[in-house]
């Protein structure tokens, strides 16, 4: 149906506006037009590792029709000399909104809107498959022409909106052609992105993990309705289907998208060409591990300017290195062997990509894989390297001529011709007089000095050593200089016309008085140019900072690796039914605890004096928000589709922080903007690791359900999201487990089934495979969840927060299911009107397994003065209650045959205390997660000097760069949002 | 035996006196052999403390004086005493629930409203006041938020039956929130990067103009937001400065230098960047709630623990507020907040000073109250133990102003009917296992 749009939109503009040979001529007789021209002599990059010298280039209309030394040009060709001059490649942008409007953002609506606009498509509109950019292509020459002026012939141009974009269009940049020439190919790529459509305010998805669950149904549904399984017509699915073989490019926007986006096209088959962030040195190995083909773009932070010593405090060290670092990147590919394109994307200008690629290969990106980047590899990407990307016969004749070598600051590009089409920038005929030269007028003799830009010479003239006002003009071929000596306002006048650039200029030059004479410039050959080039290349050699993991403050140089290491001597809390042990020593070998007792030998073994310390597990925190991009995906009443594992962010700075209070696991949970939330990370405090080193391995599987205010939104203004009240939380859960049995049943029975993420991990809870953690407040509500359960056959694992759970402790018991709440919050919101500091106690002397939590990056750092609180309201024992951060959550969890206490074979996972862990006076001095020290205090101290070090260093670059004239951006400092439960959006 | 007596004694009368403000003291009562911390950094290992009229008349050693008991005798051996402690810029009484807007009476509209009292919006009855007590904090700076300039603040006692009983000093103080050096942007689930404020300087001269216009007001007519500035310009009443970073606090400094105030500084998170100058002109500093997370990522992990440690080594006065998230239900925990200093550095009695005797000199009300010192108020508690740490801070007694008070709330009310409750199930089913089971 598209083609045929295409043909009728072809068949108007052909007719209008371009006649060939077989249309009809009316105005005249017939004159067929080929044109062959020969460019000689020329340095022509064929491609980027095959340079020809003195060679020619032939075209004929719009393509190359041979390219070689020594060729033979045919009689009646045009040739032009290209001496000195060099021919290049046009380049390729694969990730440009060229000649298409941007999208109008539909204005701000009051309520929430969760249905979607369209019909006839998928059921959500920010899946937009069909958008075909071609439709609304319309050619525009102003952006053409700054695109031609920095090297782009060729675009692959897109409608910059939604998740599933769309298609885009390959177009040439050649005015003088109509759409159908300019169009390579109407439908090039496949794009995709995490934004949401700018023209519908469907809620869903409000986050990157709900964008991912998203396209993974998208996937489903359309294997479903390719097998004719959907009877109605999906317009969105059909094009999906239909676009499934093209390119397919995913914006990423940083390193951690672009691992996001790798598995999700792993699980898919799809391998996404990836639009990176431009900060992918940070992760380079991960990267490479992905093994797909990058888009860089350019857009290199500016420098901070830090002039004022109050606001430079607060930009981090870690903007900071990014300032430094990025313009690495491309180089950092290189270095790795990982293919990339560049693009313009991002840049507020299109002139700065110049710039800022000269910058990448100051930052050591090599020329000729710069040049590969926007030629062959795009090319190549695209399935069109016989026809772009390189000057070989039978491309289409898309080349740049310049003076020289085209990445190179002062090279001019002369002229850049488009299918055959010349673009004229500068004139080619223009003569080089940059230099200096001995200037002779009637027996006084000057310093002259040229320099600039061809059009844009400027002059200065001295007598002796005093400078001398003076102006010079250089237009076609003449050169007019005029000047005053010292003092005076008589103009001394001079003229000439060039022939040859920098050699010796004669001319006529006009006295103050009126006379005429004659003078000349003798053009000094520039000496010790080595010298002054060498000079020139320390001067630009950047100082750069070193990488570390993550890449902040507190990052690993390397990441640390696991040793042995044998405690002596030391307080040890078990947790186990040795109670409190004094004066023993813990082996740790190959992550694991290996021995316990006294007087133990290890040769290969760290020590580490315990005396006078506590050795305890570590922390485990069963609810917190840190270490994620996302927590809520608020979008729907339920988002059982939706899991943290996909957005766990390793360069979370509470990490670390957490890390120096004794936390080794937590997990990560959805937040709770609605009854079934999303799935959970159960993730290792590995600061230094990427995200799926962090995830523990066939972990159990758990999801965040929740109660109360916050899904009935009652502290929200808007009121149109089922449920309203508790009443209606009850039916949306007997209405999901309902619908997820009879999935179950089907798909069980062996029929065909359309996969539905979000029923299939409802089916999962039903069949036991995975825990229910909710989120959970008064007794009502409570208790009504348990009713449900038992109705469907299974148990809730854990209620969390539970500040009502102390009445109805016994049910609780009976049920079989564990608490885990905060040690003494209450009254911030009507629900906890009644919530006790004795809720653990009370719920712990039921039989209850209890723990308690953080939900708060703040508190979920002393969790160990947390646990002590059990001890003050409701008189546990310290053993006890040592165990609500410990043991007990890693009961909740299901993870207690491998962490929370300190038992022989289980993981390495320990805290060493200077004192009991539970006393306010106690303060973790080294944590280790399976044998590898994540926090050492002494280590931390370290990093304090060198943190100060650093920054001080960065301070003084961008100080000097800016007195050197470079640009310089207002300081700011990135702002966190406190994460907590009811908290939306994505951090990045 | 006979101790354990009275011990009951007292504890059954109180039990029954729960929320009900207690009588004056009428009855000697003396306090012997605890550990006294007397909120001025010095402690009597075996003390006797004696309170008349609701004043203490003896705190001696009892190992050394002659002293003899009087009226009724506590013996808390083995317990320790501290003073009453005290929140500054607290907004308990003013909001009950959070999220429940019509019980929230702390924000006022307007840009400068030194004419605004919190004193009369507070309630004695809130329910998260009364939690206060059992854990030692006795006293408050009731001080309302918002705008420029938000309001006065005065000074509580947390056992009254009206706010003009609860008074111990009124209007105390006026509060400025300084205009912010960077902006934020986006919204709180998203936000955007910080940028300096464009508009500092102006907000800063406004602020000036205001002090000035005040200052120099001579209109005959009453205006009531200029009239409530003249105990500012006599010094009657402090000026509060909420601030943080290094150039807000140093333009406080010179603001308040300039403008010949009393000057206390709020928050100040950067504090220990302007050292000599706080020296210099004798400011004190409440410094920003102890358990935060560092402002910057650079910054050390420890730093918000650190900062008392670091300000009072150098010589600065400094007290312990508790403001921020769920301010008014955290409170309570103050005392584990000057606990978490000591961790990091500070000395024992200092951290107790920290939310005694030194706040009491900030607030301007150390002769009457902060520490126990004979003359003032026996605003005093017995912890079995150490009370700045979590485990060790069970109170057995509190009196303010002599009075014994209730340490019952709605919450140990709940614990113990719900305890009730499974004793008396468990009288019919077979008594639970006390340690805990593994779920399915």
Redesign the interface.
């Given at each position: 149906m598209n083609n045929f749009k295409f043909s009728i939109v072809l068949f108007f503009i052909i007719n209008l506006t371009f006649s060939q040979e077989y249309h009809p001529k009316t105005n005249g007789v017939k004159t067929p037009k080929h044109t062959t021209i020969a460019f000689i002599n020329a340095t022509i990059h064929i491609n980027p590792s095959q340079v020809l010298e003195g060679a020619t280039l032939l075209i004929k209309n719009n393509k190359i029709v041979s390219v070689g030394v020594d060729l033979k040009v045919p009689n009646n060709t045009q040739t032009i000399d290209l001496s000195g001059k060099s021919i290049y490649p046009s380049f390729i942008d694969l990730y440009s909104n060229f000649g298409l409007d941007k999208p109008k953002a539909i204005p701000h609506q009051k309520s929430p809107q969760y249905d979607a606009n369209r019909k006839g498509y998928y059921w959500n509109d920010h899946i937009r498959p069909e958008t075909n950019s071609f439709n609304s292509f319309k050619y525009d020459n102003k952006k053409a022409k700054e695109l031609l002026k920095v090297g782009f012939g060729i675009v692959n141009t897109h409608v910059q909106d939604a998740i599933i974009s769309g298609t885009g269009t390959l177009v040439v940049l050649d005015q003088n052609g109509n759409t159908a020439t300019q169009v390579l190919e109407e439908k090039s790529a496949q794009y995709f992105s995490f934004d949401k459509s700018k023209l519908s305010k469907q809620s869903y998805p409000s986050s990157i993990m709900g964008s991912m669950a998203l396209i993974r149904q998208v996937h489903h549904d359309a294997n479903w309705y390719k097998k004719g399984n959907i009877e109605t017509t999906d317009l969105a699915l059909e094009a999906f289907i239909a676009n499934k073989n093209r390119l397919q490019i995913f914006k990423a926007g940083n390193w951690l998208n672009d691992l996001r986006i790798d598995k999700l096209g792993d699980e898919f088959g799809v391998n996404y060409i990836i639009v990176g962030g431009g900060d992918e040195y940070q992760r380079i190995k991960n990267i490479k591990q992905t093994n797909t083909t990058y888009i860089l773009p350019l857009n290199f932070p500016k420098a901070y300017d830090v002039e004022n010593p109050?606001?430079a405090?607060?930009i981090?060290?870690?903007d900071m290195k990014h300032w430094n670092l990025a313009p690495t990147n491309p180089s950092v590919f290189t270095a790795n062997e990982i293919p990339f394109t560049l693009t313009t994307h991002q840049l507020k200008s299109v002139s700065d990509f110049k710039t800022n690629l000269q910058k990448a290969i100051k930052y050591g990106l090599n020329k000729e894989a710069a040049l590969a980047a926007l030629t062959t590899v795009p090319a190549k990407l695209l399935g069109k390297s016989d026809k772009i990307g390189s000057l070989k016969k039978g491309a289409y004749a898309n080349f740049m001529i310049t003076s020289g070598d085209i990445f190179d600051s002062k090279t001019t590009l002369y002229e850049h011709w488009i299918m055959g089409h010349k673009n004229s920038f500068e004139n080619m005929s223009i003569k080089e007089i940059n230099g200096d030269y001995d200037l002779a007028i009637n027996g006084k003799t000057y310093k002259l000095n040229i320099s600039g830009k061809a059009n844009k010479l400027k002059s200065k003239l001295k007598k002796d050593t005093i400078k001398l006002t003076s102006k010079l003009t250089f237009k076609e071929q003449w050169l007019t200089i005029h000047f005053a000596e010292k003092d005076t306002k008589e103009y001394t006048r001079l003229i000439a016309k060039i022939t040859k650039g920098k050699t010796t200029i004669t001319g006529k030059a006009v006295l103050t008085d009126g006379s005429e004479t004659s003078f000349t410039a003798t053009y000094l050959t520039p000496k010790d140019k080595k010298e002054d080039k060498k000079k020139e290349d320390k001067n630009t050699t950047p100082t750069l900072v070193k990488v570390s993991y993550p890449n902040?403050?507190y990052g690993f140089k390397t990441v640390p690796k696991q040793e042995s290491f044998l405690f002596k001597n030391v307080t040890v809390w078990t947790n186990e039914k040795e109670g409190i042990l004094k004066n023993v020593d813990v082996l740790i070998k190959n992550g694991k605890i290996e021995k316990i007792g006294k007087n133990i030998v290890a040769k290969k073994a760290t020590l580490i004096d315990g005396t006078g310390k506590h050795l305890t597990s570590g922390i485990i925190d069963e609810h917190s928000h840190i270490a994620t991009s996302s927590v809520n995906e608020g979008g729907q009443n339920s988002s059982a589709e939706v899991t943290i594992e996909d957005v766990v962010k390793s360069n979370d700075?509470?990490i670390?922080?957490n890390l120096?209070g004794g936390v080794t696991t937590i997990q990560i949970l959805h937040g709770s903007a609605n009854p079934i939330g999303g799935r959970s990370a159960l993730v290792k405090l590995k600061w230094g690791e990427t995200p799926d080193k962090m995830l523990i391995p066939n972990a159990p599987k758990y999801i965040k359900f929740a109660l109360g205010?916050n899904v009935k939104q009652?502290?929200w203004n808007s009121r149109s999201r089922f449920p309203q009240t508790r009443m209606g939380v009850e039916q949306v859960y007997i209405d999901y487990f309902t619908r997820a049995k009879a999935y179950d049943t089907k798909k069980k029975s062996g029929v065909p089934y359309r996969k539905d993420d979000e029923l299939e991990t409802i089916a999962e809870i039903l069949n036991k495979e995975r825990f229910i953690t909710c989120h959970s407040y008064v007794q009502s509500e409570i208790n009504m969840l348990m009713k449900v359960a038992e109705k469907f056959n299974f148990?809730i694992?854990t209620f969390t927060h539970i500040l009502e759970g102390?009445?109805v402790?016994?049910k609780m018991?009976k049920h079989?299911?564990?608490g885990s709440t905060f040690s003494?919050?209450?009254?911030?919101?009507?629900e906890v009107?009644?919530a006790?500091?004795?809720n653990g106690a009370?719920m712990?002397?039921?039989?209850?397994?209890?723990a308690f939590n953080s939900d708060d990056?703040?508190?979920s750092?002393?969790l160990n003065?947390e646990a002590?609180?059990a001890?003050?309201?409701?008189d546990l024992s310290?053993e006890d209650a040592w165990?609500f951060v410990t043991l007990?959550p890693a009961?909740?969890l299901h993870l207690?045959d491998k962490i929370g206490s300190i038992k022989v074979g289980k993981d390495a996972d320990v805290v060493l205390w200077n004192t009991n862990p539970?006393?306010?006076?106690?303060?973790a001095e080294k944590t280790l997660i399976e044998g590898v020290v994540y926090f050492d205090l002494a280590r931390?101290l370290k990093l304090?000097t060198e943190?100060k070090k650093e920054?001080n260093e960065l301070i003084n670059l961008m100080l000097d760069h800016k007195n050197n004239g470079g640009k310089t951006q207002?300081?700011?400092?990135?702002?966190?949002?406190?994460m907590h439960c009811d908290?939306?959006?994505?951090?990045q | 035996m006979k101790n354990i007596l009275y011990i009951t004694l007292l504890i059954c009368s109180f039990t029954f006196a729960q929320q009900t403000p207690g009588a004056k003291q009428t009855k000697v009562i003396t306090i012997l052999g605890a550990t006294a911390h007397i909120g001025n950094g010095s402690l009597i290992e075996n003390s006797i403390l004696i309170f008349e009229n609701g004043k203490l008349t003896v705190v001696a050693d009892a190992t050394s004086t002659t002293t003899p008991s009087k009226g009724t005798v506590i013996n808390a051996n083995g317990k320790h005493i501290y003073p009453g402690f005290i929140a500054p810029n607290s907004t308990l009484g003013l909001v009950?629930?959070?999220?429940?807007r019509a019980s929230n009476d702390n924000r006022e509209l307007g840009t400068f409203n030194p004419h605004i009292r919190s004193i009369i919006a507070y309630n004695t009855e809130s329910?998260?006041t009364e939690s206060m007590r059992p854990n030692g904090v006795l006293q408050a700076q009731i001080t309302p938020r918002g705008g420029r300039i938000s309001g006065s603040s005065s000074i509580v006692q947390f056992d009254a039956w009206n706010w003009e009983d609860a008074v111990i000093k009124e209007d105390d103080g006026i509060h400025i929130n300084w205009p912010r050096?960077?902006n934020?942007s986006?919204w709180?689930?998203?936000?955007?990067?910080?940028?300096?404020n464009k508009k500092y300087t102006e907000q800063v001269t406004e602020l000036n103009n205001f002090f000035t216009n005040a200052r120099y007001n001579n209109s005959k007519t009453t205006h009531l937001v200029f009239d409530s500035m003249k105990s500012v310009f006599n010094k009657t009443k402090k000026v509060f400065i909420h601030v943080n970073?290094?150039?807000q606090i140093i333009d406080a400094i010179n603001f308040a230098v300039e403008q010949q105030i009393n000057l206390v500084v709020i928050g100040a998170y950067d504090a220990y960047k302007t050292i000599p100058l706080l020296k210099k002109h004798n400011i004190p500093v409440i410094l920003k709630r102890v358990?935060?997370?560092?402002d910057?990522?650079?910054d050390?992990?420890?730093l918000p623990y650190r900062l008392a440690n670091i300000l009072t080594t150098a010589g600065i006065l400094v007290g312990l507020d508790t403001s921020g998230?769920?301010e008014?239900?955290n409170t309570?925990?103050l005392p584990?907040y000057a606990?978490?200093c000591?961790?990091?550095g500070l000395d024992k009695e200092k951290a107790v000073q920290l939310i005694s005797l030194n706040t009491a000199k900030i607030l301007g009300i150390d002769h009457f109250t902060g520490s126990l010192e004979v003359g003032k108020d026996a605003t005093l508690f017995i912890s079995e133990g150490d009370a700045?740490?979590?485990?060790?801070?069970?109170l057995t007694h509190a009196f303010i102003q002599g009075r014994p008070i209730s340490l019952e709330t709605h919450?140990?009310e709940?614990?113990k009917r719900?305890?009730e409750k499974?004793n008396n199930?468990s009288k019919t089913v077979k008594k639970?296992?006390?340690?805990?089971?593994?779920?399915?």
């Open positions: 109050f606001q405090s607060k981090s060290l870690k902040m403050a700075i509470n670390y922080r120096a205010e009652s502290n148990n694992n102390y009445k402790a016994d018991k079989g299911v564990g003494d919050w209450w009254a911030y919101k009507y009107n009644d006790i500091p004795y009370i712990h002397n039921q039989g209850i397994t209890v990056s703040e508190m750092r002393r003065q002590a609180k001890v003050k309201y409701g310290e165990k007990n009961k909740l207690d539970l006393s306010v006076y106690a303060k931390d304090r943190i920054r207002a300081p700011k400092k990135e702002e966190k949002p406190h908290f939306v959006g994505d951090y | 009950e629930i959070d999220a429940v329910k998260v050096t960077f934020s986006g709180w689930a998203a936000p955007g990067p910080t940028t300096p970073d290094e150039k358990h935060s997370t560092p910057n990522d650079d050390d992990y420890d998230n769920m008014r239900m309570r925990n584990f606990g978490t000591v961790a990091f700045l740490d979590m485990r060790t801070n069970k919450q140990t709940l614990y719900y305890t499974y199930d639970s296992h006390k340690k805990s089971q593994p779920i399915q």
